[in-house]
């Protein structure tokens, strides 16, 4: 028997060690929203959380989370309520077939909690290895932008100011920062 912590519950399944993670969670535990795509770590469809960062399932024996926490697509709201991300994913109207759309969203968050503030390169880095069939990249990107916390404008140093201030010898020009 093994333990494994997926979405803050303790589950105990009876399983090879060596069986991908992707088919604990779909098989062994009914958590069928993490997809199988190509099975070879090519597509991102399985992405699922391992203590905060992307993983992909499907190549990831199950006796490799033992004592970690992993989070699918069914957990990573918070409180019950959607995940920013998510509620982003909406608004932008990002799904389509909706295939490829967890591991997507999987991705973004793990994204967003690394790099709250991430530009395009980040973006397009990060996403990579995640497809999608029906090429909503453009909405992808701008639904991870709704979530993205802007960048800090730098403080510039006030302009100096000359004035003249009266001196014997006539006006003389004083610089005040
Ligand atoms: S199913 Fe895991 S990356 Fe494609
Ligand atoms: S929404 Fe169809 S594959 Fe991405």
């Not at 920013?84 to 909406?90: E, K, L």
């Amino acid at each position: 028997m093994i333990e494994i912590r997926i979405n803050g519950e303790v589950r105990q399944i009876d399983v090879d060690p060596a069986t991908p993670l992707l088919w604990v969670l779909r098989e062994n535990l009914g958590l069928t929203g993490t997809k199988y795509g190509c099975g070879i770590a090519q597509c991102g469809a399985c992405t699922v959380h391992l203590n905060g960062a992307a993983i992909r399932s499907c190549i990831t024996p199950v006796s490799a989370v033992l004592g970690a926490d992993v989070t699918t697509i069914e957990g990573v709201g918070l409180n019950g309520e959607r995940h920013p991300v998510q509620q982003a994913w909406i608004e932008e109207q990002v799904p389509q077939c909706g295939y490829c759309q967890s591991g997507q969203v999987m991705s973004a968050v793990a994204l967003l909690a690394a790099n709250p503030s991430p530009d395009d390169a980040a973006i397009d880095a990060a996403m990579s290895g995640n497809l999608c069939r029906c090429g909503m990249y453009g909405r992808i990107r701008r639904a991870i932008k709704r979530v993205s916390q802007p960048v800090a404008e730098p403080i510039s140093e006030p302009a100096a100011v000359s004035i003249y201030e009266p001196s014997i010898a006539g006006l003389k020009e004083v610089k005040h920062v």
